[in-house]
């Protein structure tokens, strides 16, 4: 095989007549009191983009969990490479070259790339100390870097890495175990959109070399544009296939959910006058970039769409105005008053919450019941004479429950156990028990599925319209453009524009996200 | 009560009726004051380390606080002849200050709580000893503070006085622990303390406020301790009492991540600590073996604990299935 050059043709090496590298029959998957996959049949040939896509529990981890060798099916037969298997092993899998990237990635931050690439594979030198031979795993590394046009050495600790390159890292370890089926769940979902594009060409470089890749994805323009056939799972059964000429999000959409999707429309179509400022930053400094001041107002009543790189400086920047992170310089004020918040719990007593963008780690605690989460930050109001009134918080729960429609067999069940939508739905109801004033969400729908999405941006903009300034950071393009009233696009640090309606655009967002001047509708006034 | 305390309190009643069936001394009144006033000791220690144990961390200078601070109150009330209330008081202050200084260096300098209160251990040890000349610090010959000696190591109704001393905290501590805010602060905390954060709860206030209970607790606890040996080596007194409580409290249910545990159940693992002790003593076993007994005793209860919740775990699981075959035709 050419290790050089990468070839980025679109003409796939998938071709009717090759035989498939994996074919699945009829497969069945219980488990106690679901189906999660009731004879699903798919294959995949050499050289195959398939996009996978449907609803959070649609099967699709299941159907992961099979291809992975982790679980065994009830019934129905895996054949891969021509042999038939009633169940795959992981060594099985593993062994005919079936390799997986996950959503969450599985590397050692401490180890430099090489380390992690040949993890456990190490190249020993001769003698008894099985001293790992460190100028030959270099060596084995290169090339394999080389092919997913990696911008990083070998001994770079994984830990300096962005979220992209980290991603190019596990493809990387694919590739040495001479893997033929990659399988991507999720990867894009938490890279910004200039990353994304270097993995949809990595994508494409497989497919140049023949090797086959399934790509799972909510991100459904981009399954649209790398994908040569769309398979999409509905409740464990097989909705539909759509070859390359009929891929289109409408479609996709149509097939996962069984219906059209109006909701994002009506919460982009709103757009009404906005009112004042609300939430006003001025030359305010974070740790990202000590130097690089940030002014930004957002406005009561408003959906104001943060978009920008990963890296550059969105996070940070909410986690000043809620208080986590020191202010390095600047000043913030809401409502016209001066602000100084010097932790969360300031930001929370002013009505500035915070969404987080890591649910499980910052949004909610899994362990806790829905109720005792939602009334939290809260508490003091649940409670008489400092003991916390059982019924009080049952009460703000079971509204907030049913406002939010979230999907629980009680207000008493565990957090951990929701699906992600939901557990979205309790960060969000734990705020909207209180009165916000200034609502930042950051990533708020990454890994949540289409149906919840929607019903997210729903709550947004009733949000917007009750008054809330409203500040969402979002890499999700489609998103940005979609919900939001007016865009500001970070690049390094500092805002590089804001977006008018009239001139959303994925190029005008993707201009400014890398520090160049939008192609505006009127004439031009520079950033407002 | 959760079935954890359940099982707990069973197992404490049947080594109580096994050792009683070899030898019933178990039951006499004298041996079961003896006990009970101890596990009012050691249960006030082990309470204390328990609010810490909740918030993820660990409390390792009680065994030489307990020392420390019984030298300083014997020498304030018997060589210095200061008012034993005020000295009280003071003890109790300075428990309180040395739990907020330890739970400062934690949460605002971001140490970790086993290097602080590992330095903690090493540094009131060495004061102590320090303090006396390595010597004792003791009453005496005829001094005697009838008040004090009532509330420390009296008795009422032949119930130790420290045992009821256990009680009266423990019911207010289980209020703190169970039904207060700040109670439902320090669970949150244990379990995760970003997330506590980013709910806008001030995590280093709540913790420190753990060390300071902590502290005002062994500073009791050093107290009764103090007026039950009324004398004090400091190069040994309260030696490895860190650890008895610690024991008490994984014993009672307590995980030593944070975030799990109850009042009732350290209540309960000081008293199986103290049964054992006891029955080391009673049953003719050499007083040597008697760590190796304890270490023993809280390593199978933790793995039974730990193999019953697997049991329980796959016993869902089969359910579940049953049913799900049982309805499969309704598919």
């Not at chain 1, 050499?46 to 609803?55: A, H, M, R, S, T």
């Not at chain 2, 290097?115 to 010959?141: E, K, N, Q």
């Not at chain 2, 000081?270 to 007994?293: C, D, H, K, M, R």
Request: net charge neutral; charged share 20%.
């Amino acid at each position: 095989m050419n290790y050089g050059a990468m070839n980025y043709s679109d003409t796939s090496f998938a071709q009717s007549t090759t035989a498939p590298f994996l074919s699945l029959e009829a497969v069945r998957k219980t488990y106690p009191g679901v189906v999660a996959l009731d004879g699903f049949s798919m294959e995949v040939r050499p050289g195959e983009v398939i996009g996978l896509v449907g609803e959070n529990g649609a099967g699709k981890s299941t159907l992961m969990k099979i291809l992975g060798g982790v679980t065994r099916p009830d019934s129905g037969t895996v054949t891969v490479d021509g042999v038939a298997h009633v169940g795959l092993t992981v060594e099985a899998s593993i062994g005919s070259g079936i390799a997986f990237v996950h959503q969450e990635l599985n590397l050692f931050e401490n180890l430099d790339v090489a380390a992690n690439i040949f993890f456990g594979r190490e190249p020993l030198k001769a003698g008894p100390l099985r001293l790992v031979d460190r100028a030959r795993l270099r060596e084995m590394v290169a090339p394999l870097l080389k092919r997913v046009g990696a911008n990083f050495s070998a001994d770079a600790p994984v830990a300096t890495l962005s979220l992209a390159q980290q991603q190019m890292v596990e493809i990387a370890k694919a590739l040495s175990i001479k893997a033929r089926l990659v399988i991507l769940d999720e990867p894009t979902s938490s890279l910004p959109i200039a990353e994304t594009e270097k993995l949809l060409d990595v994508i494409k470089g497989l497919r140049a070399e023949g090797i086959s890749v399934i790509f799972i994805s909510h991100r459904l323009h981009e399954v649209e544009r790398v994908a040569d056939r769309v398979v999409v799972l509905r409740d464990g059964m097989l909705a539909g296939t759509l070859p390359k000429s009929e891929i289109n999000h409408d479609q996709m959409v149509k097939l996962m959910i069984g219906r059209m999707l109006k909701e994002r429309e009506k919460a982009a179509e709103a757009g009404r006058a906005p009112g004042g400022v609300a939430l006003s930053v001025n030359a305010v400094r974070t740790s990202a970039y000590p130097d690089h001041p940030v002014d930004l107002d957002v406005r009561r009543g408003e959906i104001l769409g943060l978009a920008g790189l990963v890296g550059s400086g969105r996070t940070e920047l909410a986690r000043v105005l809620f208080g986590i992170d020191e202010r390095l310089g600047g000043s913030v004020a809401l409502d016209r008053k001066a602000l100084n918040v010097g932790s969360a719990a300031d930001a929370v007593a002013n009505g500035i919450f915070l969404v987080p963008e890591d649910r499980k780690l910052t949004g909610i605690l899994l362990d806790l019941s829905i109720a005792q989460n939602i009334s939290l930050p809260n508490l003091p109001a649940h409670a008489k004479r400092l003991l916390v009134s059982a019924s009080a918080e049952l009460a703000t729960a079971e509204k907030q429950k049913k406002d939010l429609g979230i999907k629980a067999p009680s207000v008493l069940t565990r957090t951990g156990t929701l699906s992600g939508g939901n557990q979205q739905k309790v960060v969000l109801a734990k705020w909207l028990a209180m009165n916000p004033k200034v609502m930042i969400l950051d990533e708020p729908t990454r890994g949540i599925d289409i149906g919840a999405k929607a019903e997210i941006y729903g709550l947004m903009r009733a949000l917007a319209d009750a008054g809330v300034a409203v500040l969402m950071i979002s890499s999700d393009m489609e998103e940005v453009i979609g919900v939001s009233d007016r865009i500001a696009v970070m690049h390094e640090g500092q805002i590089s524009g804001i977006l008018d309606r009239d001139d959303f655009s994925q190029e005008n967002v993707l201009l400014l996200a890398v520090g160049k001047s939008p192609k505006l509708a009127h004439a031009v006034g520079g950033a407002q | 009560m959760s079935k954890k305390d359940l099982g707990l309190l069973i197992l404490i009643l049947v080594v109580g009726a096994v050792v009683t069936a070899i030898n019933p001394r178990f039951l006499l009144p004298i041996n079961l004051a003896n006990t009970s006033n101890l596990i009012g000791l050691f249960g006030i220690l082990s309470i204390g380390q328990a609010f810490v144990i909740i918030t993820g961390g660990i409390e390792l200078s009680v065994g030489s606080l307990v020392a420390l601070l019984g030298t300083l109150f014997i020498d304030f009330i018997a060589v210095r002849e200061m008012d034993w209330p005020l000295a009280f008081v003071l003890i109790i202050v300075l428990g309180a200050v040395i739990g907020y200084v330890h739970g400062w260096l934690i949460t605002r300098l971001k140490l970790q709580p086993f290097v602080v209160t590992l330095c903690g251990l090493l540094i009131y040890r060495g004061v102590a000893r320090f303090y006396t000349a390595d010597g004792t610090a003791g009453f005496a010959f005829g001094q005697n503070f009838p008040t004090l000696e009532f509330i420390t190591a009296g008795r009422s109704y032949g119930v130790p006085n420290s045992f009821i001393a256990l009680i009266v905290i423990a019911i207010v501590m289980w209020v703190v622990l169970h039904r207060s805010v700040f109670g439902r602060y320090l669970y949150a905390i244990g379990k995760n303390e970003e997330a506590a954060k980013y709910s806008g709860i001030r995590t280093g206030r709540v913790v420190i406020a753990a060390y300071v209970i902590c502290g005002v607790l062994t500073a009791l606890s050093a107290i009764y301790f103090a007026m039950y040996t009324r004398s004090i080596s400091p190069a040994s007194h309260g030696q490895f009492y860190e650890l008895y409580a610690i024991a008490a409290a994984v014993l009672g249910g307590f995980s030593l991540r944070g975030g799990e545990g109850s009042l009732i159940g350290v209540i309960l693992g000081t008293v199986l600590l103290q049964e054992l002790q006891n029955l080391v003593n009673l049953l003719g076993i050499p007083s040597s073996l008697n760590f190796a007994v304890m270490g023993g005793v809280i390593l199978i209860g933790v793995l039974v604990d730990q193999q019953w919740g697997v049991f329980r775990a796959r016993r869902r699981m089969m359910e579940a299935t049953r049913r799900n075959v049982a309805g499969a035709p309704a598919e």
